[in-house]
């Protein structure tokens, strides 16, 4: 049985709630509902969801701040944003993408246009996901549930190594930079070489150090 893709859906005015909710419940998607911005990122502590609709105008903490708060967390970087707005004004697309939305729909939501954009990236999430989930060798890493497999056994990787060993196993053989691995695991963050270095020690600690290979004044790769 195909397993039900999860939306959250989160507005302050109760009709489109509803409305929304009915509509996709109809399709036959798992719904949770919020009624604020801070009752939204409470109900993600239980519920993960593959999709958030969030309204952008709303009291307390707008839709903007509650993307920012979401991407600030590792944990959801595989939950897609849609933003719902009744704006016009190329600012509040233009804040919604900044802050890490997926998408946009404006209101009033048409219901054939919504599931349609709901269904095309939930389809481009799919495809994502059958990418997440690398094996090469005695490894196996799954990037949505953060977990390591090493000879059929769980390895327990902190964040940044784990976040690194994955990016190093998308090319096999392919050496990175270290200019790269900077741009990619640590992003705005300034870190030095030997912030690399402790991090590939340590992974290397926990699953041996052929896969990893130093590729001196450049970077590492993983062998094949």
């Known amino acids: 049985m195909k397993e039900k893709s999860r939306i959250l859906l989160v507005d302050d005015e109760k009709d489109i709630l509803e409305f929304l909710s009915y509509n996709l419940r109809k399709e036959g998607f798992e719904i949770e509902t919020a009624n604020n ?6 109900k993600l502590s239980k519920f993960i969801p593959d999709l958030i609709i969030l309204d952008v105008m709303m009291p ?3 839709g903007i701040e509650v ?6 967390e590792e944990k959801f970087d595989d939950i897609l944003i849609i933003f719902l707005t009744a ?7 233009l804040a919604g993408f900044s802050a890490g939305a997926d998408d946009y729909i404006t209101k009033p939501i048409k219901p054939k246009l919504l599931v349609s954009r709901v269904n095309a990236i939930l389809k481009r999430k799919r ?3 059958n990418f ?3 094996k090469i060798g005695e490894i196996q890493i799954d990037k949505i549930n953060h977990k390591l497999l090493y000879l059929d056994k769980e390895v327990h990787l902190a964040k940044k190594e784990f976040n690194l060993l ?3 196993m998308t090319v096999p053989g392919k050496v990175f930079t270290r200019e790269e691995i900077i741009s990619n695991i640590w992003k705005d963050l300034v870190v030095g070489d030997r912030t690399i270095d402790v991090h590939i020690r340590k992974i290397r600690e926990k699953i041996g150090s052929k896969h990893i290979k130093t590729i001196k004044g450049i970077g590492y790769k993983f062998d094949i």
Not at 67 to 72: A, G, L, M, V
Not at 87 to 93: G, I, L
């Open 37 to 42: 911005g801070k009752t939204a990122l409470s």
């Open 60 to 62: 307390e903490m707008d």
């Open 67 to 72: 993307c920012e708060k979401i991407r600030e």
């Open 87 to 93: 704006r016009s004004e190329d600012y509040s697309e």
């Open 127 to 129: 495809k994502k996901s």
């Open 132 to 134: 997440s989930n690398i």
């Open 166 to 168: 994955y990016y190093l």
